[in-house]
């Protein structure tokens, strides 16, 4: 179906979040949409998918004009969105999560459903169990039961917002090869991403955003260069490859098994030294969460040795490793890392050490002023941290790390955010590490691992590597071992 | 021995700023429920109307739902409520509930030129446990044994199983008494009237925990009574303030069940249900009251304890009698002749507090052929011997 | 005598039906993703309000129909709180638990102690005669027999038709419903409605039926909407552990009484009050599998044990409606 | 800014009205002169030295509560158990001073200790009700609710059962303490400056914690989000658990309070009421301890004040009640609507 938007505005008070987009989809396309963060994609997408209203222009379907004023309306029309995060219902079953929405009589007839479901497993080699329930599935699967929802309530127009960040690299491939399919049955495909090579190997027209102004348009071969420079108006290159890594062990595990109720890891060894990076890949809840939480006491290890600066640490809680030097950045910000409700110097207060009974609330606000300037946060000393954008978040989530550090763990430090915001993240790690901090960090993109580890620990359901040098690693190497192929040499290491 | 009316020695009178009869007689009653409660504080409410009418330009004030945690009195305590009674001109208060005796008396001691009348009350029993001096107090309680005395009988009388139930509010002195002056009552009229076995006679107490049901604090009252019933007891006397059992009764009567209540507290609590009422043993408060607050108005007060029988010529005569016993229609006419008998004999001198009585543990409490003192009536440590359920709620 | 024991069963399935509309509403509320704390208020409003209703009109179905009416009001008064104020649910419900119940006392005085129309029972031709069963079940009232029904209903609804489907999808992840085409937000008033007005039948439940008549502070129901809360949690919102919850309730007062004669020593307030400690010890049963140190204490077992207490564990868990308590904005 | 601060004041002043329009047509509804009732209710807690007195007296315990779930919601906890722990502190209190009110045990150090009690009881009551949430999971609302029926049922168990009165058990709670035992209270009166003076003294301490000291700002933290105050480093189940204690031991002082200046004996109920207006009150003035002083007194004021209704007008002095709840809900109403506009503009 051909998709035309016309002069589409949205304001959120000052920003201008979508700015006079014209833009024309023709059916059967794959069309890419770039842009910075905060250039205003997700919210056009919105807007086409009926999740927020234009505050005014024209939303044509094959050339008829069409009002969206619900996610509803969206769905009748045959526009389908996939949200980043899967809107689906975890605690259901997938027929239940199938049935949910979708329009009938009073009574659903489950059996048919489970039917449908199969067909379509059938059409696009997916392997979905309509009896299963949603939260035993990894985001990828998540995202594939989405795509056939959609495709099941008849959508024609399918927008995907930055799907690529948290699948492995085999679903991704899966799914790429799914939207190429859709396409092929004229299906019309609107990629949201910050990643050019995703761009590349998949769309046939990118469109760039920024500040809410569609910058341009190209069409393949893209030149990659062109690109950046229409995201960002100026030319963004990845540093210099380096390591800090020195001598001397900060954090080292001896045998570690930890467990939860869904996963079991067993036998971890991890010498880790100073200034060091490792990387930890592997699809969402392979191991990396145990892993990285058994590292700072927050998942008591079931059996195994972690001693972080020589002291043994084994059983210990949290705060035990916070005070001596360990700190973990887990990927939920809001959830897990700032205080909503709390301002930006507030926080900065919180971090620090206490001093004393009352705050010097001078001090703190000197303070808080500092660290806006030197991570550059979009905000002020009293905003609450909830106003902040994502990026601006994980920008405050690192100004909150205390020097000096030993140990910094992380999850997935830059995701959701554009190129240049994780360039300068990674340069703020960085200069961690040349202090002597180690890190240790989850990531699901490849790339970010290959470019900023020393080594890199893989995960596949509950088994992991020894740590592997980044440099004799590929990205297609490490695809490969992420979906479960080439392990057996270390099969048999470990069974020796 | 009982006398008719027992009135303690006198004391000195308060030296009390004395109302010139010419100035209206202001007087308060604080009542623990509410004023038509159908039941303990509505008898106080009706007795304090009794006074207006026969004291010329007396004036009655009063307060509702005066127990402690009352939600209409967040944090006041019983005495703060009498002075604001005192504050609007009441030169008498009247504490109508045992709930009230120590801000009774504590009132009465802040407030030497305010007279207290404490319904239920025995600080100011000379032979009582805990006599306290308190010159501007007067004590004053019914002989409600009788009243219990008569629905016994009734629920005897009339009793198919010789099941009989008693809904009992709180374990105290006052509530085991009355309890057991019911089995007295019923064990005399079903052995005597009947000539049956008093072993053939089964006579249960059951305690909710407090004068009405609290969720999750007392037993609902209105399980306790369908329970009674469901259980083969056809009558249920009611000690507490509210009519549950009379209702529940009705219900089980419209459901085709052979079954009656003897409600408690108020003369007309028949007329709740009719068809399945023995019969109200109920307070007279008036005639006391009355003849109290003129001492008061006269100044000839005189401190002391009242315990006030029926008029045994009339124990119905509403300015004599002090307690009275009102026959309901479901009570059969033969059935209602015994209790007029029961009532005569009462009348002329049988004391059913005359020993040999023992206590539920099988302890002789009462001598053989020894009448029981006021004070062993009044402090009755346990049930009797026969009756069925808790005597003291913990030891 | 077993005879004695059915007849007084059959009492606790009556007496627990008030509790069981309020359990029933306040789950149907929940499982939109809103709390009605309200719970106490509403029953005694409708329950004086109902009676009211019924007295003057001597209608036993006004009577009941205004229960609910006022059930309705007051849950609205915490949807538009909540949901269109944005002020925190356990807030205003709490004010309204309060408001209700004295707005109940101050405005029923007119109705203390006046004798009004009762619910006659109805023992359904046939069934009554079943043994066992016919006793427990068919001999009761109008109703009693609506509680059983609604019971069955709320199930029906909630976990097997399409519109329940959405029910729980709006209560577990809003956002997710509101993709799928649900108004959120109108579907949260109307549950929160629905759920108000079946437990504003509560009240009439009790004044017209198993405790008839209004005695103010005396009447004996303040109290009984907290329980009705408690229950609901006990009930892992599933109409059915609800209802066992509300009978298991009822049953333990009644054995507080006919127990009574034969534990001298305990004062009947202590087994009046049993409930709530089992209350309590069931609410951490259900919830102490979640908590920090049950995890860390597991960790140190022995891997065979550890795999059943954690079995053990999840099936008794009952997590509530991921999205109860919070408000859901578009954009 | 400015502006917000006029807004603020007109909407409060807005709800208030609002409230009083509403009871005032209740008022007509239930057949009572609006005016006249007012001004009854002012002068029964105004017109005479001994009714500003009984103000002053519930007063005291209803600054304490407040005090004490000032802390609570802070920690973004809803203690409805106060009043179990409020009944408790009577309990322990009243222990305390039976435990050596027949020794030789100076009086002023068994009035001492008693209140000591109190406080240990009430935070032993809201211990257990925070160790049901943080380690059992439990939400404080139900915890604390089931904690209270008991601490009723526990209260008349020990008024009928062990501590009841020589002879009679009576609901009037159990013998009156020596008067040796009563806090001193200005002559004639049942009002103890002790008690004013302890509970003004809580409320001033609650306000310095939540101002400006770590404390303050770790207990915020915990209360607006456990795991990242984790994160930071707080150790939130001790916050949470103290601020629980904390609650507890001035709702037992209360409690003790009531005991030892108030009713001299331990009595059913005898929490009153007074955890919940505390709670009202703590919604009322959002949460800003700066407000505690005046509008709790504004509140005693409204329950002395409102038995006159009954008295003079012969209505259901649950009036106060109805008037101090419609107040807080419209104000919780009011502050929404507010919200509102100002994200509008
Ligand atoms: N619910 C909201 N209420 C108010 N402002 C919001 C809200 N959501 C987002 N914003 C505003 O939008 C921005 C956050 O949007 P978003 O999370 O998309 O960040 P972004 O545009 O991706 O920028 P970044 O590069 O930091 O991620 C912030 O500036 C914030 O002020
Ligand atoms: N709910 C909101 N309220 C206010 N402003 C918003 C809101 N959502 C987005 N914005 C603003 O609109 C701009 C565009 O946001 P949008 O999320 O569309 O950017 P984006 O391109 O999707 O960024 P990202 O790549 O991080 O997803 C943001 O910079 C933000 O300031
Ligand atoms: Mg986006
Ligand atoms: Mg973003």
């Known amino acids: 179906m051909k998709v035309e938007l016309r002069n589409i505005h949205k304001r959120f008070g000052k920003v201008h979040a979508s700015n006079d987009i014209a833009l024309t989809i023709p059916a059967g396309t794959i069309q890419g949409i770039l842009g910075e963060n905060g250039a205003g994609k997700s919210t056009l997408m919105k807007i086409l998918s009926g999740f927020i209203q234009a505050d005014s222009g024209e939303i044509l379907l094959d050339d008829r004009q069409v009002s969206i004023k619900s996610p509803a309306d969206a769905i009748q029309l045959g526009i389908g969105m996939l949200h980043q995060d899967p809107l689906d219902f975890p605690p259901m079953r997938l027929v239940d999560n199938f049935l949910l929405g979708h329009a009938g009589g009073l009574f659903p007839n489950h059996k048919e459903v489970a039917w449908d479901i199969q067909k379509l497993n059938a059409q696009f080699g997916f392997a979905l169990d309509p009896e299963a329930y949603v939260d035993s599935l990894t985001v990828g699967e998540r995202q594939q039961l989405e795509i056939l929802r959609l495709l099941w309530l008849g959508a024609r127009v399918l927008i995907l917002d930055e799907p690529t960040t948290g699948i492995s690299a085999s679903q991704k491939t899966k799914l790429f090869e799914t939207l190429r399919k859709l396409a092929e049955q004229g299906k019309t495909i609107i990629f949201v991403s910050h990643k050019l090579e995703d761009v590349d190997v998949l769309c046939h027209k990118v469109a760039v955003l920024t500040a809410g102004k569609l910058m341009g348009e190209m069409n393949p071969p893209f030149d990659q260069k062109k690109l950046v420079e229409l995201m960002f108006g100026k030319e963004i290159s990845l540093g210099e490859r380096y390591s800090a890594a020195a001598e001397g062990a900060t954090l080292t595990l001896r045998d570690l098994a930890v467990e939860d109720a869904r996963l079991q890891l067993s036998n971890v060894n991890l010498e880790l030294r100073a200034g060091e990076v490792v990387g930890l890949a592997g699809m969402e809840g392979s191991g990396q969460g145990l892993f990285i939480r058994a590292c700072c006491g927050l998942l008591r290890p079931v059996h195994g040795k972690v001693t972080l600066n020589h002291l043994d640490l084994t059983g210990k809680s949290y705060h035990v490793y916070k005070q001596n030097g360990a700190t973990f950045l887990p990927a939920s910000r809001m959830e897990e890392g700032l205080v909503p409700g709390l301002t930006l110097t507030e926080h900065f207060i919180l971090a620090e050490e206490t001093q004393g009974v009352f705050i010097n609330q001078e001090r703190g606000l000197v303070l808080a002023e500092e660290r806006i300037r030197s991570f550059n946060i979009r905000g002020t000393p009293t905003s609450v941290v909830e106003s902040l954008s994502g990026g601006n978040q994980q920008r405050a989530l690192l100004a909150l790390l205390r020097t000096p550090l030993s140990l910094i763990l992380l999850e997935h430090p830059t995701r959701g955010l554009d190129i240049e915001s994780a360039i300068y993240i990674w340069g703020k790690l960085k200069e961690r590490c040349k202090q002597g901090s180690s890190i240790v960090f989850a990531s699901s993109d490849l790339e970010e691992l290959l470019q900023y580890s020393d080594r890199v620990i893989v995960f596949y359901s509950g088994k992991s590597t020894p740590p592997l040098d980044a440099r004799s690693l590929t990205a297609g190497k490490l695809g490969e071992l992420i979906g479960g192929a080439g392990w057996d040499e270390w099969e048999t290491e470990q069974s020796a | 021995g009982q006398a008719p009316a027992a009135t303690e020695a006198p004391a000195a009178a308060p030296a009390a700023t004395e109302a010139a009869p010419s100035e209206p007689f202001v007087f308060g009653v604080i009542l623990i429920g509410a004023r038509n409660d159908k039941g303990y504080s509505q008898a106080h409410y009706e007795a304090g109307l009794y006074v207006e009418q026969k004291i010329p330009g007396a004036k009655m004030l009063y307060l509702e739902n005066v127990f402690s945690g009352s939600p209409s009195y967040p944090g006041q305590t019983t005495s703060q409520l009498a002075s604001q009674l005192v504050d609007q001109g009441a030169k008498l208060i009247v504490f109508n509930s045992d709930d009230m005796k120590d801000e009774a008396l504590k009132f009465a001691k802040e407030n030497p030129n305010i007279y207290v009348i404490g319904a239920s009350d025995d600080w100011t029993w000379k032979d009582g446990k805990t006599y306290t001096p308190s010159p501007n107090q007067i004590d004053i309680m019914g002989r409600m044994e009788y009243g219990k005395m008569m629905a016994g009988c009734a629920a005897a009388l009339t009793s198919k199983t010789g099941k009989i139930g008693y809904l009992g509010p709180l374990i105290n002195d006052e509530t085991r008494r009355l309890a057991a002056s019911a089995y007295l009552g019923a064990k005399h009229c079903w052995t005597e009237m009947l000539g049956k076995d008093a072993s053939e006679l089964q006579f249960k107490v059951t305690w909710i925990g407090f004068w009405f049901n609290i969720p999750g604090v007392t037993a609902d009252p209105t399980q306790v009574a369908d329970d009674f019933y469901n259980s083969g007891y056809d009558v249920v006397i009611s000690g507490i303030d509210t009519t549950e059992n009379i209702v529940e009764a009705k219900k089980m009567h419209d459901a085709g069940k052979e079954v009656w209540a003897l409600p408690y507290d108020f003369k007309d609590n028949c007329n709740v249900a009719p068809d399945v009422c023995l019969g109200v043993p109920y307070f007279n408060w008036g005639p006391a009251y009355l003849a109290t607050m003129k001492t008061a108005i006269d100044g000839t007060w005189q401190e002391g304890f009242q315990w006030n029988g029926p008029d045994w010529a009339d124990i119905n005569n509403p300015d004599t009698s002090a307690v009275g016993f009102v026959k309901g229609d479901a009570l059969s006419a033969e059935n209602s002749a015994k209790i007029d008998e029961f009532i005569a004999k009462l009348a002329g001198g049988l004391d059913l507090w005359t020993g040999p009585i023992n206590l539920q543990d099988g302890t002789n409490y009462i001598a053989d052929g020894k009448a029981a003192t006021d004070a062993e009536v009044w402090y009755l440590p346990q049930l009797l011997e026969g009756m069925e359920g808790q005597s003291v709620p913990s030891n | 005598m077993d005879n004695v024991i059915l007849i007084g069963l059959a009492g606790v399935l009556a007496a627990a039906a008030p509790v069981l509309f309020a359990v029933v509403g306040e789950t149907i509320t929940e499982r939109a993703g809103v709390i009605n704390l309200s719970l106490n208020g509403t029953i005694l409003l409708s329950a004086m309000s109902g009676f009211a209703a019924a007295y003057k009109t001597q209608s036993l179905l006004v009577g009941f129909l205004v229960g609910m009416l006022v059930g309705a009001i007051v849950a609205f008064v915490v949807a538009f709180g909540s949901i269109a104020l944005r002020q925190s649910q356990v807030a205003i419900g709490f004010v309204l638990a309060l408001t209700a119940r004295d707005l109940a006392y101050f405005l029923g005085v007119p109705y203390m102690n006046v004798p009004g129309p009762t619910l006659p029972g109805l023992p359904l031709p046939l069934l009554k005669d079943i043994p066992v069963l016919g006793t427990l079940f068919f001999r009761q009232n109008a109703i009693t027999y609506l509680s059983f029904l609604l019971i069955l209903a709320a199930w029906i609804w909630l976990f097997r038709t399409r519109p329940g489907l959405m029910l729980q999808g709006v209560g577990e992840r809003p956002a997710a419903a509101f993709v799928r085409g649900a108004n959120v937000n109108r579907l949260r008033y109307l549950y929160t409605i629905i759920g108000g007005a079946i437990a504003g039948l509560a009240g009439p439940a009790y004044t017209l039926s198993i405790k008839p008549g209004w005695m103010g502070t005396q009447t004996g129901l303040d109290g009984v909407g907290w329980i009705a809360l408690a229950i609901t949690i006990f009930g892992g919102w599933n109409p059915w552990r609800g209802a066992l919850g509300a009978y298991l309730f009822a049953l333990l007062q009644w054995l507080g009484l006919v127990l009574q004669p034969n534990l001298p020593n305990i004062p009947s307030q202590v087994l009046q009050v049993a409930p709530f400690p089992l209350m309590i010890l069931t609410l951490l049963l259900v919830n102490v599998g979640d908590a920090e140190w049950v995890q860390r204490w597991l960790a140190s077992m022995p891997d065979k044990t550890r795999r059943l207490a954690v079995k053990a564990l999840r099936a008794m868990r009952a997590s509530p409606p991921a999205a109860l308590g919070t408000t859901f904005e578009r954009d | ?345």
């Open chain 4, 1 to 345: 800014m400015k502006k917000n601060i006029w807004i603020n004041l007109g909407f409060q002043a807005g709800a208030f009205l609002l409230a009083l329009l509403i009871t005032t047509l209740i008022l007509i509804f239930a057949g009572a002169p609006p005016l006249k009732a007012y001004g009854s209710i002012l002068s029964g807690a105004f017109g005479s030295q001994k009714n500003l007195i009984a103000v002053l007296i519930s007063w005291s315990p209803l600054l304490l509560t407040t005090a004490g779930v000032l802390i609570t919601f802070a920690a973004g906890l809803w203690n409805i158990g106060i009043e179990g722990q409020m009944t408790l502190g009577a309990i322990f209190a009243t222990w305390g001073l039976r435990l050596f009110q027949d020794t030789n045990v100076s009086p002023a150090l068994i009035i001492a200790i008693g209140l000591l009690f109190g406080m240990a009881g009430g935070a032993l009551w809201a211990a257990l009700a925070g160790a049901l949430k943080t380690f059992g999971g439990v939400n404080e609302i139900f915890g604390g609710l089931g904690l209270n029926f008991v601490a009723t049922a526990l209260t008349i168990y020990l008024v009928f059962g062990p501590w009841k009165r020589p002879g009679v058990g009576s609901m009037s709670g159990t013998k009156p303490f020596d008067e040796k035992l009563w806090l001193s209270t200005l002559p004639g009166t049942a009002l103890s400056p002790w008690g004013i003076g302890l509970s003004i003294l809580a409320v001033i301490v609650v306000f310095i914690l939540l101002r400006g000291t770590y404390f303050g700002l770790k207990l915020k933290a915990v209360g607006k989000n456990m795991r990242s105050a984790f994160m930071l480093g707080v150790p939130t189940w001790q916050y949470s658990m103290f601020a629980f204690l904390l609650c507890g031991a001035f709702a037992g002082l209360a409690g003790a309070i009531q005991v030892e200046a108030v009713y001299h004996r331990l009595l059913p109920n005898i929490s009153n009421g007074y955890g919940f207006l505390g709670l009202l009150v703590a919604m009322l003035i959002n949460y800003q301890a700066i407000w505690v002083i005046p509008i709790a007194f504004f509140f005693a004021a409204l329950n002395v004040g409102s038995i006159q209704l009954q008295i003079v007008h012969k209505m259901d002095s649950s009036f106060a009640g109805v008037l101090q709840d419609l107040l807080v809900l419209l104000i919780l109403l009011g502050q929404g609507a507010r919200e509102r506009l100002l994200k509008k503009a």
